[in-house]
């Protein structure tokens, strides 16, 4: 399910099987010798949260992402939207980063931090399978807190 009108009608309907957020967390550089990297840790994460979405329609609801700059405070930011988010009554958080400085904020919920994977020059079929291969890693963090 997606952020969007119809998944959330049908969300509302059937909360009870919904029950798992995926929250996108970009750092968005500006500095220039940064930006193409940026740029491409954003690519690979909103295609693998999408293709997480895709495999698990019906389970998980996928936010928007929430973007930030280096600017940002990130224990603020992790402690409004541990607040806000909880709001929504998931039972599970999921929230999913290339910035490694997630893994020691303080969240409702778990933080999973994956390295980077520059997917832009890469055929679909490659592609594909690199998803593929980063959906095996992230899998048994899902299993482990749904079996919960």
């Given at each position: ?5 119809k ?6 309907l ?21 930006v193409?990297?940026?740029v ?9 949260t ?24 990130l224990?603020?930011?992790?402690a ?10 998931f ?15 303080e ?20 592609r ?21």
């Amino acid at each position: 399910m997606n952020w969007i009108a119809k998944d959330i009608d049908t969300y509302l309907l059937q909360k009870e099987y919904i029950d798992t957020l995926i929250v996108p967390l970009l750092k968005v550089e500006t500095e220039p010798g940064n930006v193409k990297n940026s740029v491409s840790s954003s690519e690979f994460l909103m295609h693998l949260t999408t293709f997480i979405e895709t495999q698990f329609k019906g389970r998980v609801m996928l936010m928007p992402p929430f973007a930030y700059t280096m600017s940002t405070e990130l224990v603020v930011m992790a402690a409004g939207l541990s607040n806000d988010l909880s709001a929504l009554h998931f039972k599970h958080v999921f929230y999913l980063t290339t910035d490694p400085a997630w893994t020691s904020m303080e969240m409702v919920g778990s933080v999973i931090w994956l390295p980077s994977i520059p997917l832009e020059s890469m055929d679909p079929q490659l592609r594909q399978t690199i998803l593929e291969d980063q959906l095996r890693q992230v899998l048994p963090r899902f299993v482990e807190k749904w079996s919960e």
